[in-house]
């Protein structure tokens, strides 16, 4: 008899985008060979109704992203090749591929990346929260902090903030935060170089960027990177 073949991923999340009220789907893939990260479970939000690139080229990746000013649609400089996981997990979507979630049990134990692609505060909150609660550890970043300041995501998710003026914006709200920079050696007290920089460690055994869940933890820096960092310049404003 043959065996069944077991989801590489699951559905956690179908409905309208927290962010714009379009259609969306989160889902969560189970492994990863990404080096950076090790093997991660990884949570992947995009439109439900368009190709992720159809999505960007028309600006309407805002429904996943709002408005971070990394998007690839408005020139920014966004590390991820839209075209690759984001464009194969849409197609096996597509068909199908993946399960919904009934529960969380499926990801027991494992780590996770929340958002390899898209905004995490695009989704319901408590969905995240029941995730956090069930994994051994969690990445997340989120550009909505300036416009979402809830406990539930100071608690799992980093604030990405684009200069020294919004990390202290982001600290007088009570996040812990994440910037990307090209200058790494001008630092805050409370700021360190991401590990995997550093020391290549990988982010599975890191667990610095789970928001206040990494309590007393400094706050992460890391210089501009991916396929598309030619195009990251420092912000200087802060509003």
């Not at 043959?2 to 956690?12: E, I, L, R, S, W």
């Not at 630092?187 to 590990?195: A, M, S, T």
């Not at 820096?221 to 960092?229: A, F, L, M, T, Y």
């Amino acid at each position: 008899m043959t065996k069944a073949k077991q989801p590489t991923g699951y559905v956690v999340y179908e409905g309208a985008s927290a962010l714009t009220g379009d259609p969306i789907v989160a889902i969560v893939t189970l492994k990863s060979v990404n080096a950076k990260t090790g093997n991660m479970s990884q949570l992947w939000i995009i439109r439900s109704d368009m190709n992720p690139v159809e999505a960007s080229k028309a600006k309407l990746d805002d429904a996943i992203c709002g408005a971070c000013i990394f998007r690839q649609s408005t020139g920014g400089a966004c590390y991820v090749n839209i075209g690759q996981a984001p464009g194969n997990i849409y197609r096996t979507y597509k068909r199908g591929g993946y399960p919904v979630a009934t529960d969380y049990s499926v990801f027991e134990g494992k780590s996770m990346r929340f958002g390899a692609y898209g905004d995490p505060a695009a989704i319901p909150l408590d969905i995240l929260t029941n995730l956090k609660a069930v994994v051994t550890n969690n990445t997340s970043y989120t550009h909505q902090w300036k416009f979402n300041d809830s406990e539930v995501l100071k608690q799992v998710s980093m604030a990405s903030v684009d200069n020294l003026l919004e990390a202290e914006l982001a600290k007088e709200k009570g996040f812990r935060w994440f910037r990307v920079t090209n200058d790494i050696d001008t630092l805050r007290d409370d700021e360190i170089v991401c590990p995997n920089y550093t020391s290549d460690v990988q982010c599975k055994d890191c667990k610095l960027c789970s928001g206040q869940g990494a309590k007393g933890a400094k706050s992460i820096v890391i210089p501009s990177h991916g396929s598309w960092k030619g195009r990251f310049t420092e912000v200087t404003s802060h509003a």
